[in-house]
C-alpha cells in the first residue's frame, strides 16, 4: 500500500502479486490491484479484479465504488450506477460513493437525480469541494448557469488546488462572452497546473476572439504540448494559423484534429478550405468529397466545392453543387450571381432571363445575391454596379479603425507608390502593365509591390520583381498586418490593381494602408467603398455625367486608361487557315474574349452577321467541351450551320497574337467589353469592332479605339454594329485601310505604350 501511494507501481504490483500468488483470496490485494490496473488504463482488468474483491467480501462499500469508476471509463454507467447505489446503501455516510453516483447519473442524462445525490454528498461534507464542482457541471447541463457558477466558485474556495473547478469557471466565463474573467480563470488553471491543456485552449480562444492571433497560437501550441490528443487544441491552432494566412501550418493542424477526429465535419470543411486557400486544390476537392459523404445536407460543402470546380474548369459540376446550394439555402451569399455566372460558362441560356431578373431583384434590394464583378458582366447598368460593390463593402469590407487615423508623412524625400496584386505574374493585368513599372519615374518616386498571389517563377514575375524598387511577397500576411506593414514603410499612395477580381485582398483598402487610396486597371467600375479615393479612368469609359456613379472621384488619363506595353512579342510564325481550322476563303470573324461574355442578345448579332456575309464564320476561344456544343447547339438553332463556329486552342501569348493575322475582323462584346483581348487585337494589328455601352467594362474597347485612331469602330445599337461589320466585310479595301491606319497608328499611340506624365491628368 505504501508503495502505491507513494507511486512505485511496479513494486506495489509485485508485492500485491506475491500476496495473490500466497493468498488467492486475499481481498486486499485484489482490490488494490484493480485500483493499480485502473489507474494504468486497464479498465476491463480492473473491473475483474476488483469483481473478485467484492464476491468475496460482498459488504464492502470501498470497492463498489471504485468498480463502478472503471465500468463508467468503459462507458457502462447502468452498470456502474448499481456500484455506486450499493455502496451507498452499505454505507450512507460515503460522500465520495455520492458524487460518483451524481456524475453517472449526469451521464445517464439525469441531470435532476444528479443534483441531488450531489446535495447528499454535500450534506454529509460541507467542504467536499468536488461535490460543489460536479453538480456545477449538472447544473450547467440543465443550462442554470448561475448557479452553476456559484457552484464552482464554492469549490474553488473550499479547494484552492480544484484546477476543474477553476477551469469550469473559465469556461462558463467564456461562454458568457465574459472574456476577462475568462481570462482570470484560465491564468489561475495554468500557474497552478502549467501544462494544463483545456486551459491554455481556453486562454487561446480568448484571445483569438480578439484578433491577437499570435499570442493565441502559443497557448494552442501549448495545449498540444500538453495533451497532442486534444482535437479542439488543433482545430483553433488552425483556424489561428489560418488568420494569419500561415496556410502550410493551418493544413497540418487541421490534417491533425481530422486523424484525431476523422468523422468531425467542421475540422474537414477547414482542412478543405486552407487547402484551396494555399492552392492545393485537387486535396482540396478529394476532402469536399468526403465531408459531403458525411453531411450530404451542408450546404457550404457544396458551395465551396463548386468554386473548386470552376479551377478545374468543369463548370457542369460547378452548376450542379451550386443547384444543391440552391435546394439547401437559397440566400445562400452570392449564390444568385455564381449560378448565373456558372450557367453562362456552360453556354446554358435557358435560365438566363430568369436568373438575370432574380440577380436584378437582389441587388436593388440591397441584398448579397450578387458579386460585385458577376454584375458587371451581367447588366450593362452602372446604377446596379454602384449598389452591388456597396452593398458588398458594406458586408464584407467595412471600414476599420483598429489601426487608427492615418497622416501623411512629413515633406522631403521620395514619394513612395505600393502596388497591390494577386496577379503579379503571367496573368493578364501583367501582361498590360509590366512596361508601366519599368518606366516609371525613380528620381521623385520610390516604388513598392505588395504580393499576395501564389507563389511565382515564370519569366513575368522575374520581370517584375526587376521593375520595383521593392517587391514583397505577403501572401502569408493577413491584411490588416499588410495595411500595418505599408504605414510603417511610409507609403503614401497605395494602388490596388484588383477591385473585387479573384484573389483579391480588399479588406487591406478598409484598414486604411496609405494616406491615398486609389483604383486602376484591374476593375472596371467603382469598388462603393468611402476610403477609396480615387479610380483613373478616362473620359470615354467614365463620361463626365457618369461620376455619380462613383464613390470615388475620378482620375482622368488624357488619352484610354489602359495601359499597354510595347514589349509584348509577336510571333514570326505563320499560322496557315487549315491549321488553325479555318475555311481557305471567307471572312474570318473572331472573339476571343472568355466564353461567359457571350450573351444571347450579342450572339443574335453574330448570327445575323453571318447570315449575310456568305462563306463567312465565327472564330471564338475553346474554353471547354460544353460550351462549345451548346454555342454549336444556338448557332443552329438561329439558322447558322454549326460548322461555322470554329473554336481555336489556347497558345502561349506571342503565337496568339500571331494568329489574329488570319483574322478580319474582332467582334466585341457587351455589357462587358473585351479587355485585354481588344488590346491584344489592336497590337497585332486587327482592327476591333465594338457597340458603346453605359458601364465602364462596356465602354473600354471604345475607349482603346479612341486612343488608336480608330473611332469610327464605335458603334451605338445592334443595328449599327451589325451593318457596319457586314459592309467592312463586303468592302476589303475599306478593311485593308482600316488594317494600314491601324498599323501606322498604334506605334505612336498611347496603347503602345508611350508613357504620360502625372502633368497631364485631369482630376474630378
Given at each position: ?6 507511486g512505485?507501481i511496479?513494486q506495489?504490483?509485485q508485492l ?19 485500483v493499480?490496473?485502473?489507474q ?7 473491473v ?13 462499500a470501498?470497492p463498489?465504488?471504485n ?7 468503459l462507458?457502462?454507467?447502468d ?5 455506486f447505489e ?8 460515503f460522500a ?5 453516483r451524481g ?7 439525469r ?13 454529509l461534507?460541507?467542504r467536499l ?5 460536479n453538480k456545477?457541471?449538472?447544473l450547467?447541463?440543465m443550462?442554470?448557469?448561475d448557479e ?5 466558485e464554492?469549490a ?7 484546477v ?5 469557471m473559465?469556461m462558463?466565463?467564456?461562454d458568457?462572452?465574459r472574456s ?6 484560465f491564468d489561475?488553471?495554468i ?6 491543456a483545456?486551459?491554455h ?5 480568448i ?9 493565441a ?6 495545449a ?12 483553433n491552432?488552425?483556424?489561428?494559423q ?9 493544413v497540418?493542424a ?10 468531425d465535419?467542421?475540422?474537414?470543411a477547414f482542412l ?6 494555399a ?10 468529397d468526403q ?12 458551395y ?6 470552376i479551377r ?8 450542379a453543387d451550386y ?6 439555402k437559397?440566400d445562400?451569399k ?6 448565373a ?7 446554358d441560356w435557358?435560365?438566363l ?5 432574380q440577380c436584378e431583384?437582389?441587388i436593388r434590394?440591397g441584398?448579397?445575391?450578387v458579386?460585385?464583378f ?12 454602384k ?5 458588398s463593402?458594406q458586408?464584407d469590407?467595412?471600414?476599420s479603425?483598429?489601426?487608427?487615423p492615418?497622416l501623411a508623412?512629413?515633406g522631403g524625400g521620395k ?5 497591390y ?11 498590360l502593365?509590366a512596361?508601366?513599372?519599368e518606366v516609371?519615374?525613380r528620381?521623385r518616386?520610390e516604388w513598392f ?5 501564389p ?5 513575368m ?9 521593392h517587391?514583397?511577397d ?5 491584411e490588416?498586418d ?6 510603417e ?18 479588406g487591406?483598402?478598409?484598414h486604411?494602408?496609405?494616406?491615398i487610396?486609389?483604383?486602376?486597371l484591374?476593375y472596371p ?5 468611402d476610403y ?10 467614365v463620361?463626365?455625367?457618369a461620376r ?7 482620375v482622368y488619363?488624357?488619352h ?5 506595353d ?18 481557305a476563303?471567307?471572312?474570318?470573324f ?26 463567312s ?8 467541351p ?5 454555342l454549336r ?8 450551320a454549326?460548322?461555322?463556329?470554329v473554336?481555336?486552342q489556347r ?6 497574337l500571331a ?5 478580319d ?5 457587351l ?5 485585354t483581348?481588344?488590346s491584344?487585337a489592336?497590337?497585332?494589328?486587327l ?6 455601352g453605359?458601364?465602364?467594362a ?6 482603346l479605339?479612341h ?6 469602330l464605335?458603334?451605338?445599337s445592334?443595328?449599327e454594329?451589325?451593318?457596319l ?10 478593311l485593308k485601310?482600316l488594317?494600314?491606319k491601324?498599323q ?6 498611347p496603347?503602345s505604350?508611350?508613357p504620360w506624365?502625372?502633368?497631364?491628368m485631369?482630376y474630378?
Open positions: 500500500m505504501r508503495a502505491h501511494q507513494e512505485a511496479a506495489a504490483n500485491y502479486n506475491t500476496i495473490l500468488k500466497n493468498d488467492p483470496k486475499n481481498v486486499g490485494a485484489l482490490h488494490m490491484q484493480g493499480l490496473a485502473y494504468a488504463g486497464h479498465l476491463q482488468v480492473a475483474d479484479l476488483i469483481g473478485q474483491a467484492i464476491k468475496l467480501a460482498p459488504d464492502d470501498a463498489h465504488v468498480r463502478g469508476l472503471a465500468l463508467s471509463a462507458k457502462r454507467h452498470e456502474a450506477l448499481a456500484h450499493r455502496a451507498t446503501s452499505l454505507r450512507p455516510d465520495e460513493a455520492y458524487v460518483n456524475i453517472t447519473l449526469k451521464e445517464l442524462s441531470p435532476e437525480d444528479a443534483i441531488a445525490s450531489y446535495d447528499q454528498a454535500i450534506a461534507q460541507p469541494a468536488a461535490a460543489h464542482n456545477g457541471n449538472a450547467r447541463q443550462e442554470r448557469l452553476a457558477l456559484k457552484c464552482y464554492q474553488f474556495a473550499l479547494d484552492g488546488q480544484d476543474d473547478a477553476c477551469q469550469n473559465g462558463l466565463h467564456a458568457a462572452g476577462d474573467e475568462a481570462l482570470k480563470c489561475q488553471v500557474a497552478l497546473r502549467p501544462q494544463h483545456e486551459a485552449n481556453g486562454k487561446g480562444a484571445l483569438a476572439q480578439k484578433e491577437q492571433w499570435t499570442q497560437i502559443v497557448h494552442f501550441e501549448a498540444i504540448q500538453g495533451d497532442d490528443k486534444l482535437v479542439q487544441a488543433h482545430k491552432l488552425g483556424i489561428a489560418r488568420s494569419l494566412f500561415q496556410l502550410s501550418n493551418a497540418q487541421f490534417q491533425k484534429a481530422a486523424q484525431l477526429s476523422p468523422l465535419v467542421d475540422i474537414l478543405a478550405l486552407s487547402l484551396l486557400e492552392g492545393r486544390y485537387a486535396e482540396a476537392l478529394a476532402v469536399y465531408a459531403i459523404r458525411l453531411a450530404p445536407e451542408r450546404p457550404d460543402l457544396y465551396n466545392r463548386a468554386n473548386l470546380h478545374f474548369n468543369r463548370h457542369q459540376d460547378a452548376v443547384t444543391q446550394v440552391y435546394r439547401l437559397p445562400a452570392y449564390l444568385l450571381g455564381y449560378l455566372s456558372c450557367r453562362l460558362k456552360t453556354g435557358g435560365h432571363a430568369d436568373d438575370m431578373a431583384r437582389s434590394a441584398e448579397l445575391g458579386k460585385p458577376i454584375a458587371l458582366s451581367l447588366f450593362d447598368s452602372p446604377e446596379l454596379h449598389q452591388a460593390a456597396q452593398a463593402v458586408q469590407f467595412p471600414e479603425t483598429v489601426l487608427g492615418i508623412r512629413a514619394i513612395r507608390v505600393g502596388y496584386s494577386a496577379d503579379f505574374h503571367g496573368h493578364a493585368t501583367s501582361y502593365i512596361q508601366l513599372f516609371h519615374d528620381e518616386f509591390a505588395f504580393s499576395f498571389g507563389p511565382a517563377t515564370d519569366a514575375r522575374a520581370r517584375l520583381v526587376a521593375g520595383f524598387d517587391f514583397i505577403v501572401r502569408e500576411r493577413s490588416i499588410i495595411a500595418r506593414l505599408s504605414r514603410l511610409g507609403i503614401d499612395i497605395a494602388i490596388d490593381l484588383m477591385g473585387f477580381t479573384t484573389g483579391c485582398r480588399f487591406i483598402f478598409a486604411r494602408c496609405a494616406p487610396q486609389a483604383g486602376y484591374g467600375g467603382t469598388t462603393g467603398a477609396m479615393d480615387y479610380v483613373i479612368a478616362d473620359k470615354v469609359v463620361p463626365p455625367d455619380r456613379h462613383f464613390t470615388e472621384k475620378l488619363l488624357p484610354s486608361y489602359q495601359v499597354n510595347s514589349q509584348r512579342a509577336i510571333s514570326d510564325r505563320i499560322f496557315t487557315r487549315e491549321e488553325a481550322r479555318l475555311p476563303t471567307g471572312s474570318v473572331c472573339c476571343f474574349n472568355n466564353n461567359q461574355k457571350i450573351l444571347p442578345q450579342v450572339f443574335d448579332s453574330w448570327m445575323r452577321i453571318l447570315q449575310r456575309v456568305p462563306d464564320v465565327l472564330w471564338l476561344l475553346a474554353d471547354n460544353v460550351v462549345e456544343d451548346s447547339r444556338e448557332a443552329q438553332a438561329r439558322g447558322v454549326a460548322e461555322r463556329l473554336f481555336a497558345l502561349p501569348l506571342s503565337e496568339h494568329r489574329h493575322r488570319l483574322a475582323l474582332f467582334l466585341d462584346t455589357p462587358y467589353n473585351a479587355h483581348t481588344a491584344d489592336l497590337w497585332a494589328g482592327p476591333v469592332l465594338t457597340r458603346l453605359e458601364s465602364f462596356a465602354r473600354v474597347a471604345a475607349s479605339l486612343a488608336v485612331g480608330l473611332p469610327e464605335v458603334t451605338h445592334a443595328a454594329y451589325e451593318a461589320a457586314i459592309s467592312l466585310a463586303q468592302d476589303p479595301a475599306r485601310a488594317r494600314d491601324l501606322a497608328e498604334k506605334a505612336q499611340s496603347v505604350g508611350q506624365h502625372l502633368e497631364t485631369a474630378s
